[in-house]
């Protein structure tokens, strides 16, 4: 991303940093604390559960069991838990002992439950006792729980967006979805705990979802939720945990970071953010794992859009996904499913005259470099494409967006299939296959979708020479194909690559050249590189990854 645009990019991660809760102003880390403080908390540690337990939260619904867990200084100790269901109509009893704690949790005692399954919409009361010490937790509802995380476009809350008087004003009408926010603590080693809580699990209202500015509730988060728990008419539990400029690399483990080869890294340039390997992940992530969840989803890529990092997304990210799934369903002691769902957002527009690299290669590494999920690389992975939601005059700078409901709308309508397995059309189109004919460039989308035609252009050509793209246009369609125009190329060269949407903000608001007419969702992006018949004329395939 060279000359200007390097730095006018370069300057929005400062942004960034700084739209980040005031950054270092709220920045805590475990770091902080000596040593020494940090061992005698050990010892310190109470009988107590883990804070993700609270009054007013969703634990998961049947057919998964809920793990509940929490820690214990007296190592073999008997520890029984009651669960009564509201209103008072049966109680499940359990017990276990206090285990010696591994891992970071080696020094202290851990112990932990696997509820019976329970349906969705069963209210229960827990109590959990040890040689008389009491704890208990209140208004807990089944239903699904979903965890939503990334950086600060998911950071961004419902106050932030367009719209967010009507949804913060009606937040009291949904009192089955329920709301938790992990604060933005980071960590050099996994945490057997949450440090500390910004929101404690709430009930929606004006407050809790509507907070000011980049504190407590993810707009995105909030609205997907709420999509899903009208769509499946139970309770619906998010957990959001999220921080505003952070790399892919500081939310994966490291075992995760270990799969790929390591590069030299410069970071943001700036030391407002944490980015280090794994530092949210340690504080963030790592101390939930225990919880049974659903699912989850993804709003991130912004910070590695540029250097070493961007070339390689196509594998951090889909390593990361892997290796959260794996470690959710260990520590929650296979309740949380191995191959969990998880969505994503694609990389929404940044500047309207912004470079062709950056973004565009990595929306293209988000989907493994295919332009579609679920995709043999990334079974069960489900996305929303924004890349007709330009806001470029964004109170918080274009780079976030304020477009978020139709963010939320499109997460829950690929979810609804892919996390949930109603039939139905959930993504934009997607070409079958493309080949030259008399007429020009023939892009085929198959018979899955019926398209509609918004504008010509948004299509270029490779001419043989690598990196030589020229833009086409339509210049006729059907309800199934659109022909491109194909005597673009100079004298002596011949068309060789094909891509659609490749530019940092490719479209307009709504105006994108392809769409789905059932529910008006845009063509993702594409790149695919000629193949040649008998004859030398190009065609085109979509079945495999093409690598930029």
Known sequence: MP???????????CVLALASRAANIRHMSVQDETEDQHVENLKATTFAFNKVFQDHMVLQKAPQRANIFGFSPNVGQKVTLELVTVPATRTYSYETTVQQGQGPAAGIGVWNFVLDPFTAGVTVNIKVDSAGNTLTINDIIFGDVWICSG??????????????????ANAY?????????????????PQYDLIKLEENWSKPANDTVGHWDWSYFSAVCWLFGKEVHLARNYPIGLISTNWGGTPIKAWSSPEALATYPPKPDFGNRFNAVPENNSVVWNSMIYPILGMTLY????????????????????????TMIKDWRKNFNKFSNGQTSASFPFGFVQLAPYLRNGPKEGFSDIRWHQTADRGYVPNPDMPNVF????????DFNSTYDPIHPRHKKEIGTRLKIAAM????QQSGIFQGPLPTGSSLTSAGLLVDYGSVWTIEVRVNDGF?????????????????????????KSDVCSAGTKINGLRYAWSQSPCELYQCPVYETSLGLPAPPFVSYADFDSLGNPYFTFDKPAHV
């Open 3 to 13: 000359g200007v645009n390097m730095y006018r990019y370069l300057g929005v991660l």
């Open 151 to 168: 950086q600060s476009n998911m950071q961004m809350t419902v106050s932030m967006i367009l719209g967010a008087a009507d949804e913060i």
């Open 173 to 189: 009408k949904y009192p089955n979805i329920r709301l938790m926010t992990i604060d933005l603590i980071d960590a050099p080693t």
């Open 295 to 318: 699912g989850a989803i993804w709003y991130q890529g912004e910070s590695d859009a540029w250097g070493v990092r961007m070339p390689i997304y196509n594998c951090t990210f889909p």
């Open 383 to 390: 996305m929303a494409v924004t890349i007709d939601l330009p």
């Open 417 to 420: 299939s892919v996390a949930y």
């Open 460 to 484: 270029e050509v490779q001419c043989t020479t690598p990196g030589n793209w020229v833009a086409t246009t339509i210049v006729a369609h059907t309800p199934t194909t659109v022909t491109l």
